[in-house]
């Protein structure tokens, strides 16, 4: 709470009018920053074959674990790929996953959490009670013995992570759908004649979307992050498909050839932080009483 | 400011308080807003000063700048405030820290807020006497027991106790008050306290009001937007429009002779309890709104609305004396002119008049000034009565449209253990009404009545547990939704809150064009459009409105939109649940002018739900009272009010503040004891029976029938018409 502030001043004071330019910068300057470094990223995963002229999957033992040189910027790893070509293609696998992931878990949550919350009833114990019970389990834990089972590979392992990312959207589309039902115009939704499903599809859900999409954005580096841990852990992809989480892996025990994991990490930190920005970007400008009216 | 001698001022005594062109201004990206500019009063010792105006009108941002309570980006910037004769804005932190709560203490709008809801009321209470260093702790203990218990809370000593959620409302806004008078204070502001109430708990707040500056001698300085909470109570009232006075005087005098054009049209535009008002039913309202704090018109603000408008008003005008004690900030009566009565057609129009001097009378015309175009067809004619029921008889008045009987609605509350009982809440037990074509039913009740769950029953939001309910001949009460599906399209439902009835997310023209499309009126986008743009000029707004979003509008406006949402696919009956509830005075008249020339336009039926009497008398043609979900009376509107025969209704009537210090004087305040019970568990027998001054032992075994006793005059009491404590209804006063 902020407060009571003395706000006398004998001095006629005036407050600068500020320009709407630096206005938008104040507010949305690091969101704006998150985007480009997440359109940097796109863009990379894009063109990644033609940004270096090496082959991300070519082994060479003669340059084996080469330091920073003009000809291998990163250096290269344990089997002479070069690093930097093989930074470049891991964005797409780890880009698209934790987009992916997120995405579908966000609708499917959604749609679950939403019905769950309109209906009420029966129907509402049902799927809430499913969200706890998958809730109750530590999250990678229960990721890795899905992948497990599954067995090793990109499908398998976004499968395993669809499982334990749904319940949170859930959760919160339940919480937020809860709110809106009970709102006028909904009641004004009911008494033209609409059925639930369109009211509930048509009327509530985007007003509900806000938070959600919030979620979404800071979410997708979360799904990187657990990715790039599974791939660490043995599962995810497939060597030598190049994936962050696995560079690190392989880099760990390589204390004096430090550029084999630490950059990976950093890319890693840079598109989450970049997610981030972006998030709470989205966040702020969703939220009606920072908004210029 | 002026120095004219103020009725009540003594001259020898300083004032308690004394405000000399006070500015308050916030500071906001988008420029400077002059929310208070240049304000001046007084307030003597003992007396009681009302402030009224409308939202934006600055009223509020003056009462948190008397305690420089005000935070960033609002800020004090000229002026001088003199407390006893002490200047405050130039006080320090610590000083100020004395003040407020010890000789200067101030009262809130909303109780459900005002109370900190984690300590204990007692906290609360002996923390403000002991922080003033007037009394010790187990002092300042029994002291608060003493001023709940002065406040009129039952059991004061069990009461302390509580936590705020344990009480209601009314009871909240008690101990907000026994907070403020805790520590004896010269001057208590109270910012709009009963606004949130029901009209019987304000009642005895303003009651509470009255005897606190009569008995303890405290000055009052009350805001409000109601002129009869002000006439009440205050012996001054000062008139607030965009951020400066424009009227100042003894509230006898300006109620029933204002001298600015605002203060008569806020008189006029509200209707009275205890008037009939003539055959058309309008009410005097002036078109547009207050004019933009961030861009201010340069002559007299008042202006661009006003109706006795003359060339000189480009010119700002000062405030000054238009007759001993009285100061107006108007060009045309400091020249000596009176501002005479409406004429009956009502809408009235920002024109201009020629002459000056002598009775000014405001122009009528069909056209609003706003910038949004009215629709011509839209302009008020007066109907004369008899033509209104031709019109009814025409559509087969007689005719039941909806025939309720026994209608039962109880919800379920969540249980609290396992093994306790299931408790639940009897909103509505057992309901009769019958509402026949082309007639506009009044529902009133207060809160907790049931009427909010009676609406939404009728409509088929919620399915009733037991009884009939017959629309034009048939039974929906068990229908299933596909079933009742296409008698949507014969009644609709206009809501309360204009900013949640419309979704924020779609245009106006979705909002309006989605019924319109989906129960077949309209088939292609071209015809859609066509319709939306003919049914928001119906309702008086722009058809460009449709590409806007709903919080582009005011609440006013919205609520039009609302009605062109419900008319859209052309019911007959309409279900109003207080649709003006959330408005200004002024928007309130424009609204209720608006349903009723749709009323005569399109022959609908009204079942207009409030909680406001006066309004509900001036709209309707019969009345149904409720009271904890049961008809007490039902009857037409002006023998209601004449002679009522529940004793519930006598005392709701009487509650009703009416805008005329004589008739406030005169007329006898009865007041209700106690709260309404719970509907969890609500008295056997009859339900009054627990605040009701005539109960017998036959009260608490019998539910009284709802019998009829006059032609269509029905009461659900066993001593029907017994209880006259004035020897009449709400005109004894007017005519004693």
């Known amino acids: 709470m902020t407060a009571l502030v003395d706000s006398h001043s004998t001095v006629l004071a005036v407050a600068p009018v500020r320009s709407r330019g630096q206005r938008w910068r104040r507010r949305y300057g690091l969101a704006a920053a998150g985007a480009a470094i997440i359109l940097a990223w796109i863009l990379i995963a894009l063109l990644a074959p033609l940004l270096t002229p090496y082959h991300p999957d070519a082994v060479d033992v003669t340059v084996r674990l080469q330091p920073l040189s003009p000809a291998h910027w990163l250096g290269t790893d344990a089997l002479g790929r070069d690093v930097l070509t093989r930074l470049l293609h891991g964005a797409r696998i780890s880009l698209t996953t934790g987009i992916v992931v997120v995405l579908v878990a966000a609708a499917v949550g959604t749609l679950l959490g939403g019905i769950a919350a309109y209906a009420g009833g029966r129907i509402e114990e049902l799927i809430m009670r499913l969200t706890d019970l998958v809730l109750c389990f530590p999250p990678i834990i229960l990721a890795l013995a899905i992948a497990a089972a599954l067995g090793i590979g990109t499908t398998n392992t976004i499968i395993a992570m669809l499982v334990v990312w749904w319940p949170k959207f859930a959760r919160l589309a339940h919480s937020l759908v809860i709110v809106q039902r009970s709102q006028e115009y909904v009641e004004a939704a009911m008494v033209i004649g609409f059925s639930p499903a369109r009211i509930l599809l048509r009327h509530i859900i985007p007003n509900a979307v806000g938070p959600l999409i919030v979620l979404v954005t800071l979410d997708v580096g979360n799904a990187i992050i657990t990715f790039a841990g599974l791939s660490f852990l043995g599962l995810g992809v497939v060597p030598p498909t190049p994936e962050w989480g696995s560079m690190v892996a392989e880099g760990r025990e390589l204390v004096s050839q430090w550029w084999v994991a630490t950059f990976p990490g950093i890319a890693i930190l840079t598109v989450v932080l970049g997610f981030n920005f972006l998030g709470d970007g989205i966040r702020d400008w969703l939220d009606p009483k920072s908004r210029r009216r | ?736």
Request: net charge neutral; glycine share 10%.
């Open chain 2, 1 to 736: 400011m002026n120095v004219a001698v103020k009725p009540g001022a003594t001259g020898l005594a300083t004032p308690v308080l004394e405000v000399r062109n006070l500015k308050t201004q916030f500071f906001t990206d988008e420029g400077v807003v002059r929310a208070v500019d240049g304000v001046s009063f007084s307030v003597a010792a003992g007396e009681a000063l009302g402030i009224v105006g409308e939202s934006g009108s600055g009223k509020s941002v003056t009462a948190l700048s008397l305690m420089r309570l005000l935070e960033e980006p609002s800020r004090i910037v000229g002026g001088d405030i003199r407390f006893q004769g002490r200047d405050v804005l130039g006080a320090d932190p610590e000083e100020m820290r004395n003040l407020r709560g010890g000789r200067m203490a101030m009262v809130f709008q909303d109780p459900m807020t005002s109370l900190n809801p984690v300590l204990r009321i007692a906290r609360q209470l002996v923390e403000t006497m002991v922080v003033h260093g007037n009394y010790t702790g187990d002092q300042a203990t029994d002291r608060a027991v003493k001023m709940l218990g002065r406040m009129g809370i039952n059991a004061p000593e069990r009461a302390i106790h509580s936590y705020p959620h344990q009480f209601s409302g009314g009871m909240r806004q008690r101990v907000v008050l026994a907070m403020g008078m805790s520590n004896d204070p010269v001057l208590l502001i109270a910012d709009e306290p009963t606004t949130a109430l029901d009209v019987t708990i304000q009642a005895q707040i303003l009651e509470l009001l009255r005897e606190l500056n009569r008995d303890f001698g405290t000055a009052i300085v009350l805001i409000s937007h109601d002129l009869g909470v002000i006439a009440g109570v205050c012996a001054r009232v000062v008139v607030m429009y965009a951020g400066e006075v424009v009227e100042e005087g003894s509230t006898e005098e300006v109620l029933s002779d204002p001298r600015h054009p605002y203060t008569w049209a806020l008189i006029n535009a509200v209707p009275r309890i205890d008037r009939h008002t003539p055959g058309n039913r309008r009410l005097t309202t002036i078109e547009g709104a207050p004019p933009d704090p961030l861009d201010l018109p340069q002559g007299c603000r008042f202006a661009p609305r006003c109706p006795f408008r003359i060339e000189r008003c480009t010119e700002h005008p000062e405030l000054l004396a238009v007759a001993p004690g009285r100061d107006a900030r108007c060009w045309v009566t400091q020249a000596g002119g009176r501002l005479a009565l409406p004429p009956s057609s009502s809408r009235l129009r920002g024109e201009g008049l020629g002459g000056e001097a002598g009775e000014a009378s405001p122009q009528a015309e069909g056209e609003g000034l706003s910038t949004l175009a009215l629709d011509p067809e839209a302009a008020p004619h007066p109907v004369a009565p008899e033509a209104r029921a031709g019109l009814s008889r025409q559509a087969g008045k007689g005719e039941r449209l909806l025939e309720v009987r026994g209608l039962v609605k109880h919800f379920p509350l969540p249980k609290n253990g396992f093994f306790q009982k299931r408790l639940i809440v009897h909103a509505v037990d057992g309901v009769d009404l019958d509402v026949a074509r082309g007639e506009t039913v009044g529902l009133v009740g207060e809160s907790g009545c049931g009427k909010s769950t009676l609406a939404r029953v009728l409509i088929r939001i919620h399915k009733p547990d037991a009884g009939s309910i017959v629309f034009e001949g048939e039974d929906i009460a068990r229908a299933s939704a596909a079933e009742i599906r296409p008698l949507r399209k014969r009644m609709q439902m206009v809501f309360q809150d204009p900013y949640a009835s419309l979704n924020p997310r779609m245009t106006v023209a979705d909002i309006i064009g989605e019924p319109l499309r989906f129960h077949g009126l309209a088939a292609t986008a071209a015809e859609t459009r066509e319709q939306v743009a003919e049914l928001l000029s119906t309702v008086g707004l722009s058809p460009k409105a449709a590409q806007r979003y709903p919080h582009e509008f005011s609440g006013g406006q919205r609520q039009r939109i609302s009605i062109a949402r419900a008319l859209a696919v052309r019911p007959d009956f309409i279900i109003a649940d207080e649709p003006i509830s959330a408005l200004d005075v002024n928007i309130q008249a424009q609204i209720i002018n608006l349903m009723l020339e749709l009323q005569e336009k399109f022959g609908l039926t009204y079942l207009f739900i409030a909680h406001d009497l006066a309004v509900v008398r001036h709209i309707s043609d019969r009345i149904v009272v409720l009271y904890l979900g049961k008809v007490v009376e039902v009857a037409r509107s002006g023998v209601l009010f004449e002679r009522p025969l529940h004793p519930y209704t006598r005392y709701l009537i009487s509650a009703v503040p009416v805008p005329d210090v004589v008739v406030e004087r005169r007329r006898q305040h009865l007041q209700l004891k106690g709260e309404p019970p719970s509907a969890v568990d609500p008295p056997s027998g009859c339900r009054f029976r627990t605040r009701c001054p005539i109960a017998r032992a036959v009260c608490a075994e019998v539910p009284p029938p709802l019998a009829e006793h006059q032609g269509g005059h029905f009461a659900a009491c066993h001593f029907a018409g017994e209880f006259q404590p004035d020897g009449g209804g709400a005109h004894a006063a007017r005519h004693g």
